[in-house]
């Protein structure tokens, strides 16, 4: 029996006063950077990629862009905005890792 893959849901609570936010509401879209051990310092103070020394490159299924710097990147879509009002909460499907 064959089981049909269905790609991975994640929640995602986004501080409504943040620029990603507003970018979430727009584009419906955004890229999960997982950052290496030695990135962590650098992503919590991220606004500008090139500021940190961190190299964009586009994605093949999101409008954001990917960092090539990172350990994984993970395309999502937003699929669900029922609780965004309430808690500032989207549900994404990974499209692609």
Do not use: H, W
């Amino acid at each position: 029996m064959m089981v049909e893959f269905q790609p991975p849901l994640v929640a995602c609570v986004v501080s409504a006063g943040n620029f990603s936010f507003a970018a979430l509401r727009r584009t419906k879209a955004c890229v999960i950077a997982l950052p290496a051990v030695a990135l962590t310092s650098k992503v919590v103070a991220v606004g500008k990629f090139a500021r940190f020394g961190l190299t964009a490159t586009p994605a093949e299924r999101a409008p954001p862009p990917l960092i090539a710097e990172r350990f994984a990147n993970l395309e999502c879509v937003v699929v669900d905005t029922r609780l965004v009002d309430r808690y500032n909460l989207f549900v994404l499907k990974v499209v692609k890792v």
